[in-house]
């Protein structure tokens, strides 16, 4: 339609992207299209956006919220939330999504391959060979068997099940602990984490951080895991008690840690550089192009779903 001036008239919903200067979101461009997009809180469309696209771990708070009076939804790039302040989007009556199945597979496949790597000790014999050992050293230490390990999956969501049904066709046995049990689910279900630590071989973290979950897995679940068990974090640093993880590695009170997620990103705890029972990774389980295309197809589906009075496609829930 042309306005009296002549000018096209642009009914591109307006939207917010909401981000840390270091953190673009993947495909951004795409979004345009559908659009008219702006990034600065402290723009005047500020006042009348009722959408605004959480780009990665960039913080919404309550003070971020108060320079958005007509807000009603916040799409997160996620599939953990916890760097939004839920309870006061709740309070607001502003509905939140998050990646939803977007980046499942992928974490999935990444908890398996450190898991893998971790066992069988991928990264450190490639050290080994770089380095020039094998013809001095000749064979290298031995790693373990994947078939046969009981696995324990703290939070069977979305990425969880994905693990799950990853390692059982490896021919591992899978129990899990979530907030509730699910009723639809098979495998053995522990209500707490210890209980599920002392009946595995590997812990693999991917629940979402919440104050429930903060340092899920503490000294007494460690210990529960014991010297001959592995943990895998593909959730967020803070559901591990970083510091003993620490002295239970460096001590070889467990057998070893595959972990894509820390306490205080991009600071790694030094004591873990040394040590091969440990493969660190900088926080990419979700980074592959077929991943990026996935979430931008979700953030553009809850987007036009909102815009259009639909449900929304990925609300976000708590496993
Ligand atoms: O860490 C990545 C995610 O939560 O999707």
Redo the contacts with the bound molecule.
């Keep these: 339609m042309a306005t009296e001036d002549n000018e096209v008239e642009d009914h591109r919903p307006l939207v917010l992207i909401h981000h840390l200067p270091s953190f673009k979101l993947p495909l951004q461009d795409r979004l345009i299209t559908h659009f008219r997009l702006f990034d600065s809180l402290a723009s005047p469309e500020a006042s009348s956006v009722r959408a605004l696209i959480c780009v990665?771990?960039t913080t919404v708070t309550a003070d971020t919220l108060d320079h958005l009076p007509s807000l009603r939804l916040v799409v997160g790039?996620?599939?953990?939330?916890d760097h939004v302040d839920l309870a006061e989007c709740r309070r607001r009556g502003i509905a939140v999504t998050?990646?939803g199945d977007a980046?499942s597979e992928n974490?999935a496949d990444y908890a398996v391959a450190l898991l893998l790597d971790v066992l069988r000790r991928v990264s450190a014999a490639d050290r080994f060979v770089r380095s020039g050992l094998w013809p001095q050293m000749g064979e290298y230490p031995l790693g373990c068997k994947l078939g046969g390990k009981r696995i324990g999956i703290v939070g069977l969501g979305s990425i969880g099940s994905e693990v799950a049904k990853r390692l059982v066709a490896f021919g591992c046995t899978v129990a899990y602990n979530s907030r509730n049990k699910k009723p639809s689910v098979l495998y053995p279900y522990y209500a707490n984490v210890h209980d599920l630590a002392v009946n595995s071989d590997v812990l693999i973290v991917c629940c979402a951080l919440t104050n429930e979950t903060h340092h899920i897995i503490n000294k007494d679940v460690l210990t529960a895991l014991g010297r001959e068990g592995f943990i895998i974090n593909?959730?967020?640093g803070a559901l591990v008690d970083e510091k003993e993880l620490v002295q239970f590695l460096v001590q070889g009170e467990i057998g070893g840690a595959g972990l894509d997620?820390f306490e205080n990103e991009p600071n790694v705890p030094k004591e873990l550089f040394a040590l091969d029972n440990v493969v660190l990774s900088p926080?990419l389980?979700?980074s592959t192009p077929e991943s990026f295309e996935a979430l931008n197809e979700v953030i553009i589906a809850n987007l036009k779903a909102f815009f259009s009075s639909k449900p929304l496609l990925s609300p976000f829930q708590q496993e």
Excluded at 77 to 81: E, H, K, N, T
């Design positions: 990665g771990p790039s996620s599939a953990g939330l998050n990646a980046n974490v593909v959730g967020r997620v926080h389980a979700i």
